[in-house]
């Protein structure tokens, strides 16, 4: 009796895997090369742990900062897709074309987000019982010069990706989101490690700071001064999802702060924090950038029940995470292991990486779909609201997940 419905779902996967096989086995190739990318971060993230101690409020900052690198540029990549997709991508030196208009709105969004993220991480931090943290122009400087240093690769990479996905037949939607927000993540640590070389230099780091908001705001202005369309439709849609979606991930920051303990008692569940958020949002925002394709070639339409199509990507999703999940687990149960940090165990890696993937991804299939189409239903653009809304949520959702699976398998 129960049987003919799931092997008709079995079919219908069977048959949608089959209809998109190249571009699912390109996300899967994505994702493992971004869980193998996040785990550098995740060893970095344990290597500066003395750094974190010595600036307190830092790692509030931590998350944000990861998550605008994947924010921006992941939404880059996503409008990027859908320009390859309608046939209007095209490199050029000229700021007026699509892609030039891209990648000036990324730029000054970089640099006022960044500077934003700083003033609401110090007041974050202060008001939500982190105790004394560092001071205002210290979390400046770290946030918009680190900004700085990695978004330079992370934008190169962007337009690396989107060049070869025209070249070789990627589907930019399936490889964009991975290994943006991989780049993002390894490359902004060490970003923001190098910056905090900066603070605490008398009269030196209050002028770097003054410097970094003169930049921030007038590289706005600037910028809106331009008129340029694309770029105009993108600081107005974008800006107050980032800073939304920064609040949350300060808040996740704040929450991963706040229960350090936990995670000191076994590092290497430090080292599987990185992989595992990040693999989290771009699980998300794989689903987010295939439906807002959809959305835009008319393949699904924006109803409150999901379509078949919608349906079949959320199976394909939660599919891809079964490897996903198990690889962060195994990798970084192998680089604690070979760093000599202590562990609760294998099969307890793999539990936990496992519930609070099956956690975080069934949030996921909720925000990508619902805020799609949302934002397409009020004449929004989904690319530039998917990403940053599932990466910043994910940041979050990832973390009290990640905390849920530890209590459930009894892990003290």
């Known amino acids: ?3 003919r419905p799931f092997h008709g779902f079995v079919a219908r996967l069977r048959a949608a895997v089959d209809s998109d096989a190249a571009g699912l086995k390109q996300a899967l190739a994505a994702l493992l090369v971004s869980s ?3 785990l550098l971060a995740g060893v970095t993230l344990g290597a500066i742990s003395d750094t974190l101690a010595l600036l307190p409020g830092l790692l509030v900052l931590v998350p944000a900062a990861i998550g605008m690198r994947g924010n921006i540029f992941g939404a880059l990549g996503s409008r990027l897709g859908t320009s390859i997709h309608t046939g209007t991508f ?7 074309t699509v892609v030039g208009q891209n990648v000036v709105a990324s730029i000054a969004l970089t640099l006022f987000v960044s500077a934003a993220l700083a003033v609401l991480a110090k007041v974050v931090a202060s008001a939500f019982g982190a105790g004394e943290t560092i001071s205002l122009a210290d979390f400046l400087v770290i946030s918009v010069v680190g900004g700085i240093l990695g978004s330079v690769f992370v934008l190169g990479l962007t337009l690396v990706v989107a060049w070869m996905s025209v070249r070789r037949g990627w589907d930019m ?11 993002g993540d390894m490359v902004t640590l060490p970003a923001l490690y190098l910056a905090t070389f900066l603070v605490g230099i008398k009269g030196v780091t209050v002028t770097i700071a003054l410097a970094t908001v003169v930049l921030a705001i007038g590289s706005l202005i600037w910028t809106v001064r331009l008129r340029l369309p694309i770029v105009q439709r993108i600081l107005r ?6 800073l939304v979606a920064g609040t949350v991930d300060l808040i996740a920051g704040l929450t991963i702060e706040n229960r350090l303990e936990s995670f000191l008692a076994y590092p290497a569940l430090l080292v599987l924090v990185p992989p595992f958020l990040e693999d989290t949002g771009a699980l998300g925002s794989v ?9 835009h070639l008319g393949i699904i339409d924006p109803t409150a029940r999901p379509q078949r199509a919608a349906r079949d990507d ?21 680089a604690a292991t070979l760093t000599g940090q202590a562990s609760p165990g294998v099969l307890n890696m793999v539990g936990i990486s496992l519930i609070g993937g099956f956690l ?6 909720f925000v990508a779909y619902y805020g799609s189409i949302a934002t397409y239903r009020l004449g929004l653009d989904p690319d530039n609201y998917g990403v940053p809304l599932l990466t910043s949520s994910m940041d979050l959702v990832g973390a009290l997940s990640l905390i849920v699976a530890i209590i459930i398998l009894g892990i003290h």
């Open 36 to 38: 193998a990318g996040d």
């Open 314 to 334: 959320f199976a394909i999703t939660a599919m891809l995470g079964i490897p996903v999940f198990v690889l962060v687990a195994l990798s970084s149960q192998v």
């Open 1 to 3: 009796m129960f049987t």
């Open 237 to 242: 849609e974008s800006i107050p999802v980032l």
């Open 360 to 365: 975080a991804t069934f949030f996921a299939l």
């Open 287 to 295: 689903l987010s950038s295939r439906l807002a394709s959809k959305l």
């Open 173 to 183: 939607d399936n490889v964009a989101a991975p290994l943006v927000t991989a780049a």
């Open 90 to 96: 095209s490199l050029s030196r000229r700021r007026d």
